[in-house]
């Protein structure tokens, strides 16, 4: 099967995983206890007539398949409807915040790339060594630590204690140079657990293929070291790296959740928490039917990297 | 309460205010404009105040509308928009309002933007607000309007209060007051950028034209961050990155005393926590066995190790904050002759209680409370307590506030074996403490009376209280009704709250905390109470 027939196929099957992705993600916000109804009255008391007409608003009163089918048919034309707590378009709300998830998710996921890749590779070539024992110490730590306390600690210690940083975003684009430094302590705080599991996974990779015989067959051909760990064995590496980095695109979209409470950043996170705790089921339901599609997006896009990274890999 | 009288406390602050007022002339940022940076605990979510059903959004617009009577710091109802108000029979009331005033859109404050203001929340989500009590309002001419109430109403004066004035095209449909608040007050509104700031600047025409506090607010500029998470508040503001915080965390506050750069201000706030029985269910359907266990909530204990030593045990419902409503001694002697911590006393009554019921103990049960910090501690604290003794095994079990809520209010709760740590908050009005938590109609799932108390005696008296104006009468029947429920035990009350505010020493001058929370930046310029506040140092 050719590569471009591989992708198309690859593509197809992704629709009933986005259709299943939509049914999940309508039945779990059904699931939730409470309805619109009751954030707009706050249990207090009303009419029926009130509560009757909000609940035709939320087309509460249809059967859950007939209200399925509406939001599934609205969604389909992107529309996501008007926000339960005000009269905002969904698409509205997410638009904004779309960007800021998107520069923090991008930045701390270059800082794990960045810093997990290299430090797995070395860790690997000098195996057994000071450096190694070093890095697997800090990796375990990174993966334990919790991304909450994190936060406040690199809070506490640079923006409070040494003043080096502001500790709540600065008003200015979110492309403005002093966006950009303020969102090293959040992209850090965000990609650290990332980058350790990368540097766990490439030294492991790393050192697998640093047994194979076409490394021996390399270095007997006369290659430099450099060219034998960067051109052939890390090649080879990235494959499990490739898979694990699409299921981070998940972590990092979870993780912001928290991370941009701490570090008042308005993302896509902070709209998902307070959309759950006001019951405005249109934006829960289209954040994580959105969350839900990246992922799916970024697998898909694993895939077809395993293509171009191997060429031998057939379907 | 006799309309818009003065008190030695506003001629106090008066004083307090004129000293401060030196220091207003050299507040001023790099723009050449003074700016107050504050925090919201969460996003703005509507301008408009018929749909307004969460604090923020109230305190968000407190500076940009205006009622047309304002509560003071101690309850005191004083003249905003209104000039006087004279009563003409048991239900009418005539209005004579301020000349010169215009909205923040240039449009001339009149009548009729009063009486749209009230009727455009018929059929909001707030509609209670008004309509309670509101029946009718005739013009009679562009600055006097007669309010018709739909019966006699004692709290109409503070209900005024809570009813920002609009411009009349907003109920019109000319003016959406989704693109932004428009109202007459001090401060008109700028911007909001949802999850990052919200910000306000000042109106340079506000009527305001007195000697008691400066004609315009010395801060130019309001900037309110959003900052949710309250330890990332704490370090902003011990950051220099915000000025004013609210509400900081019960364990932080000893931490911001101790710096140098803060200064904490606080003010007892109307509400109270309380432990809410199930009345349906055995034990707790016996009042033997509800007095034991209110005899055993260490109050003293919970207040110094859980709330670091802020706020007041709580023996009856109305919160001292209401002085003319409930006293130091009628809640002392409430707390002697039922609720005062006393394991002795606790034991003989349960001991009664259990035989009298036939339970045996130890009796299995639970607490359920929502995740706040405080109420869980204080929650563990009363388990300790009742497991001390041989009639209870109690646990603890935390939901997440809208489950729990929804649970408390389900309608059943009462019959449930558990006991329900909640807090409540009253206003100004004595009614607010009582009605919806005692009032046998206001009995889950109608409204908030979740341990389902029901006494013929103290709807009567609520009800007549309700429609009495005379002050000594009114605080007659609160009192009466105050002692029949202290003595049937619905709920143990645990603690009158505190409100606390933290801000920067050098930045911030004159701001005081107001008792109730959607009031929380009153203080940065109310003329009516004679207060306002400017940046610092300069």
């Known amino acids: 099967m050719s590569l471009r027939r591989y992708v198309l196929r690859r593509t197809l099957l992704t629709l009933p995983i986005l259709l299943g992705v ?3 993600t309508f039945g779990l916000v059904k699931l939730l206890p409470g309805t619109p109804v009751d954030y707009v009255l706050q249990f207090q008391e009303a009419t029926p007539e009130l509560r009757a007409s909000l609940r035709a608003q939320y087309h509460l009163d249809e059967p859950v398949w007939k209200q399925y089918l509406l939001w599934l048919n609205d969604v389909l034309h992107l529309d996501f409807g008007d926000r339960v707590v005000s009269d905002r378009s969904v698409g509205a709300a997410i638009a904004e915040r779309l960007p800021e998830t998107l520069v923090l998710g991008g ?19 000098r195996r057994g060594t000071l450096v190694d024992e070093g890095s697997r110490v800090v990796a375990l730590v990174g993966i334990a630590t919790p991304n909450f306390w994190l936060g406040l ?42 980058a350790a599991l990368f540097t766990r996974l490439t030294r492991s990779a790393v050192t697998e293929q640093l047994r194979q015989e076409y490394v021996r067959a390399a270095r007997a051909k006369g290659l430099d070291e450099r060219t034998v760990i960067v051109k052939h064995v890390l090649r080879n590496s990235l494959i499990s790296v490739v898979t694990v980095a699409a299921v981070q695109v998940a972590f990092l979209l979870d993780g912001a959740v928290v991370v941009e409470r701490v570090f008042s950043w308005p993302g896509l996170g902070r709209l998902l928490v307070r959309a759950i705790l006001q019951r405005d089921f249109p934006v829960v339901q289209a954040v994580v039917l959105l969350v839900a599609t990246a992922v799916v997006v970024a697998n898909l896009l694993a895939d077809i990297v395993y293509a171009w990274l191997d060429p031998r890999i057939t379907y | 309460m006799p309309p818009f009288t003065t008190s030695r406390r506003r001629l106090l602050r008066w004083v307090g205010a004129a000293s401060v007022a030196g220091v207003a002339g050299c507040a001023g940022g790099s723009d050449g404009g003074s700016e107050l940076v504050a925090t919201l605990g969460a996003d703005v979510s509507t301008y408009d105040p018929t749909q307004a059903n969460d604090t923020t959004s109230r305190k968000a617009f407190g500076l940009v509308y205006e009622p047309l009577v304002s509560v003071d710091f101690d309850g005191t109802v004083r003249p905003t928009l209104a000039t006087a108000l004279d009563q003409q029979d048991d239900r009418t009331w005539r209005v004579s309002l301020r000349d010169g005033v215009s909205f923040h859109d240039g449009s001339d404050f009149t009548a009729a933007d009063v009486k749209a203001s009230f009727e455009r929340y018929a059929g909001t989500p707030r509609e209670s607000d008004v309509f309670l009590w509101y029946e009718d309002a005739t013009i009679r001419d562009d600055s006097t309007l007669d309010i018709t109430l739909s019966e006699p109403y004692a709290p109409f004066q503070l209900s005024l209060g809570g009813v920002p ?36 600047t000042r109106a340079e025409d506000h009527w305001y034209a007195g000697d008691e506090v400066p004609e ?12 949710v998470e309250q330890s990332s508040q704490v370090a902003a503001l011990r950051g220099g990155d915000i000025d004013l915080a609210n509400n900081p965390p019960a364990d932080g506050v000893a931490d911001l005393r101790d710096d140098d750069a803060i200064t904490v201000s606080e003010h007892l706030a109307g509400g109270f926590e309380m432990l809410i029985f199930p009345l349906a269910a055995p034990p707790f359907s016996n009042r033997d066995v509800r007095e034991g266990v209110s005899r055993l909530i260490p109050r003293d204990d919970i207040i110094e190790s859980v709330y670091g030593g802020i706020g007041q045990p709580a023996y009856a419902p109305i919160s001292p904050l209401l002085d003319d409503y409930t006293s130091e001694s009628f809640l002392t002697e409430m707390g002697d002759e039922y609720m005062r911590y006393d394991p002795e006393r606790a034991r003989e009554l349960l001991d009664a209680g259990f035989s009298a019921l036939d339970v045996s103990p130890p009796y299995e049960t639970t607490i359920v409370t929502n995740e706040t910090g405080d109420r869980v501690r204080w929650a563990q604290l009363v388990r300790d307590e009742l497991n001390a003794t041989e009639f209870f095994d109690v646990s603890i079990e935390q939901f997440e506030w809208s489950t729990y809520i929804g649970r408390v209010l389900s309608g059943d709760s009462h019959r449930s074996d558990a006991m329900m740590a909640l807090g409540w908050s009253g206003g100004w009005d004595p009614d607010t403490y009582l009605r919806n938590m005692f009032y046998s109609e206001q009995a889950t799932p109608a409204c908030c009376n979740a341990a389902h108390y029901a006494n013929d005696e103290v709807d009567r008296l609520l009800d007549e209280a309700l429609t009495t104006y005379d002050t000594a009468e009114r605080r007659a029947l609160y009192e009466q009704a ?7 035990a619905p709920v143990g009350f645990v603690r009158f709250g505190t409100r606390i ?5 050098d930045a911030v001058e004159g701001f005081e905390t107001y008792p109730l929370d959607s009031g929380e930046f009153t203080a940065i310029y109310a003329p009516w109470a004679g207060t306002y506040t400017a940046t610092g140092g300069g």
């Open chain 2, 482 to 488: 105050q002692r029949r429920i202290v003595a049937d």
């Open chain 1, 22 to 24: 939509s049914v999940l």
């Open chain 2, 165 to 200: 004035i609009v411009p009349e095209a907003a109920a019109t449909g000319d003016l959406d007051l989704s693109n932004g608040p428009v109202g007459t007050g001090p401060y008109a509104f700028d911007t909001h950028e949802p999850d990052r700031l919200y910000r306000l």
């Open chain 1, 153 to 194: 600690l690199l809070i506490l210690v640079f923006g409070v204690h040494l003043n080096l940083v502001p500790v709540i975003p600065p008003v200015a684009p979110v492309f403005a140079p002093e966006s950009l430094v303020f969102l090293v302590l959040p992209a850090v705080t965000l990609g650290t657990a990332s």
């Open chain 2, 501 to 505: 505010e933290a801000y920067r020493t």
């Open chain 2, 216 to 227: 315009t607010p010395p801060i130019e500029t309001l900037t309110f961050r959003i900052i």
């Open chain 1, 107 to 125: 930045i701390s996921f270059l800082i794990a790339l960045l810093v997990g890749v290299p430090a797995g590779v070395v860790a690997a070539v």
